[in-house]
């Protein structure tokens, strides 16, 4: 679990410097190594791509890599199912989706960190301060 974790993570790095190639190379590569021995991890990283997919204008593909992630980590791993619902967020914001659906998801991420107390500090905690930031919530 120790390199495709690595992969994914420097992936998830390179995307939040705006390295979108090469993020989405190294999450390519993770997830390939995921969806045989972490599922829940490749659902994760997904969500990561899913953004690469929406900031290059392809919401199809972005809104597929997030319902094949929210499958693989809803009821497995709080955390990141909590992550992929602000990544959802973050891809329907670029894709100028449905206000209803994106007040929704967010109430759903919130409602999660609160449930499984994720401080404000946590991965999700981030995650959702991220998120509201970006819509300005």
Not at 7 to 21: A, I, K, M, S, T
Not at 48 to 67: C, E, H, P, V, Y
Request: charged share 25%; aromatic share 4%; with cysteine.
């Amino acid at each position: 679990r120790i390199e495709e974790n690595a992969l994914g993570n420097l992936g998830d790095l390179l995307l939040l410097q705006g390295e979108l190639d090469s993020a989405e190379s190294y999450l390519l590569d993770a997830i390939e190594i995921c969806d045989d021995v972490w599922p829940a991890a490749a659902g994760g990283f997904r969500g990561s791509l899913a953004i690469i997919r929406a900031k290059n204008g392809d919401f199809d593909a972005a809104r597929s890599l997030i319902a094949k992630g929210e499958g693989l980590t809803r009821g497995v791993h709080a955390v990141e199912f909590g992550k992929i619902l602000c990544r959802r967020v973050h891809v329907e914001h670029l894709a100028g989706g449905s206000k209803e659906v994106i007040e929704d998801t967010m109430t759903k991420a919130m409602a999660l960190a609160d449930q499984i107390q994720a401080g404000p500090n946590s991965e999700l905690g981030t995650a959702i301060a991220d998120m509201r930031g970006m819509v300005g919530r």
